[in-house]
């Protein structure tokens, strides 16, 4: 109560109030249970779905007539060991081809060291130390002791500054790992580089993993191995064709890849669920590049000369741009969804420039989703939002032993917020969030996708005529953190006395 030491109050001493007393009496000291309950998000205290559809907007399946779709991350979800395979070629590509160090060979994979969404910047050698963390204060001072990095640094349209890379694609995985592990090596011998190459060779080499075939030729070789969820993506294709609606495929993959994966999860006859094929199509080009005319394939896969004046059903055709698209079929606006695994390549032009609906598929948000159903992690967040506000209304009180106290809390919830990140990836933390605010990877996430999920399999879960409705999620100005701010009347100025004779 007003007045009164902060100690007699709280009951802390000289440890962390955490470790005073046991959990339940501690909260009985310091208010009702049921004040706690406020500190935490909206809906933690219910376990969440990993199988459920998320909405930044609202959107009803409904009024959604034609469903379009990526095919790699999307209609095909890879096993974790694509990604192993294409960080040992690329790695070996490095040392044969472009001669880097045989010592190279020694470093595997690292499963879960990278997360997606990180930026990279390809000037500053310093803001790396391979697989070490670079410490905060070191990058503040790099980047002129702000937290805040200009915009136009950042990134362009699609994710691409000038000297800032952003990692969006879930292929990028193995290439951040390896960027970090060829790092680690020079540093740890004491090589001298320039970064500037360095990004390039490295660049250079995941791309021929993927643009020379070698990695179509491992999926192609062992289907069951890397292809995962095949059955259910035949489930949601076939119950959207019984509902009466229409099926596209657009990807960058080459047709006799996409045939054969479609085949494995399908069945040979996948060609008639879909309504139009595009491969190659060269996105994000296609979306905002007319030059390119559609090519038509036989059945072959072999190219045809004749020029394209309409699509036709059961065909397949190769590049074109989405202009030729929608003047061909007619499908414009919100009766269109699409759905991809990239924010910017898939979905951005989309959603923002052709008025299309957009779900974005984002596997890690399953694993995501368990960790914060763990009772570690509800019980991390509810003391860490319980720290904040204490800190926050008795920072007032400034006798020493007070200040000595509020240090020991300040302490104890940054351990809370570190053990807290550290639960989703020890390096990067959630893929969602840094500390209370959200990563530049979800801010795109909510921008550019009206929808978003871990697999199209969800879809499963849902009615074809299912209206999704955002949550109504509170500013700052909206989220009192103790309900006596939910009174006016009960806020008090802490120096209002003080401030009297200013008058």
């Known amino acids: ?26 909260i009985s000291l310091i208010f009702p249970f049921s004040l706690l309950l ?8 219910s376990l969440l779905n990993p199988a459920a559809i ?84 070191e990058v503040i001072e790099l980047y002129g002791g702000t937290q805040h990095i200009p915009l136009y640094q950042m990134s362009d349209f699609y994710g691409k500054g000038p000297s800032l890379k952003q990692f969006m694609d879930i292929f990028s995985l193995p290439e951040m790992t390896l960027l970090s592990s060829v790092i680690d090596y020079f540093i740890t011998h004491g090589i001298e580089f320039d970064q500037v190459h360095l990004y390039k060779d490295i660049s250079d080499a995941i791309r021929d993993v993927h643009v020379k075939g070698v990695m179509y030729k491992w999926i192609e070789k062992d289907m069951e191995q890397y ?119 898939d979905l951005a032009d989309l959603m923002l420039r052709h008025g299309w609906r957009t779900g974005a598929i984002v596997p890690e948000l399953e694993t995501e989703i368990r960790i914060i159903n763990t009772e570690q992690y509800m019980h991390s967040l509810t003391w860490q939002q319980a720290l904040t506000g204490l800190l926050e ?16 809390w300040m302490k104890e919830r940054q351990e809370i917020r570190s053990l807290t990140k550290n639960l989703f990836n020890p390096q990067f933390g959630s893929i969602f969030r840094t500390f209370h605010n959200p990563t530049y990877f979800s801010r795109r996430l909510v921008r550019f996708s009206d929808i978003y999920m871990a697999s199209i399999s969800c879809l499963l879960n849902y009615d074809v005529n299912f209206t999704f409705y955002p949550r109504r999620t509170p500013l700052q100005h909206e989220a009192p953190l103790w309900m006596d701010q939910l009174c006016t009347g009960c806020m008090k100025t802490p120096f209002l006395e003080e401030m009297v004779h200013i008058r």
């Open 1 to 26: 109560r007003a007045g009164f030491p902060l100690r007699a109050q709280l009951c802390a001493r000289r440890l962390p109030l955490s470790r005073c007393v046991p959990g339940e009496a501690l």
């Open 38 to 45: 406020d500190l935490l998000p909206p809906g933690v205290c």
């Open 54 to 137: 998320y909405a930044n907007n609202e959107i009803s399946l409904g009024d959604v007539e034609i469903y379009g779709f990526d095919y790699d991350y999307t209609l095909a979800q890879y096993s974790n060991l694509l990604h192993s395979m294409i960080f040992n070629t690329a790695r070996d590509i490095l040392i044969e081809q472009f001669k880097y160090p045989e010592g190279l060979g020694k470093y595997d994979y690292i499963p879960g060291f990278a997360i997606r969404g990180l930026h990279y910047d390809v000037q500053k050698v310093s803001c790396t130390k391979g697989l070490k963390p670079v410490p905060d204060e």
């Open 227 to 345: 292809i995962l969820h095949g059955d259910e993506i035949y489930a949601v294709l076939n119950r959207l064709v019984n509902h009466k609606k229409k099926l596209f495929l657009i990807t960058n993959s080459p047709f006799s890849f996409v045939d054969k994966g479609m085949k494995h999860m399908v069945g040979k006859n996948w060609r008639d669920l879909f309504d139009m094929v595009i491969v190659q199509a060269d996105k994000p080009n296609f979306f905002t590049d007319r030059r390119k005319p559609f090519r038509k394939l036989d059945d072959n896969g072999s190219l045809q000369w004749d020029k394209i004046n309409q699509l036709e059903k059961g065909k397949i055709y190769k590049e074109g741009n989405l202009f030729d698209f929608l003047r061909l079929t007619g499908w414009r606006g919100s009766k269109v969804l699409y759905f991809g695994d990239h924010l910017y390549s």
């Open 393 to 408: 209304r008795m920072q007032m009180y400034q006798d020493a032993e007070s200040k000595q106290v509020l240090l020991e």
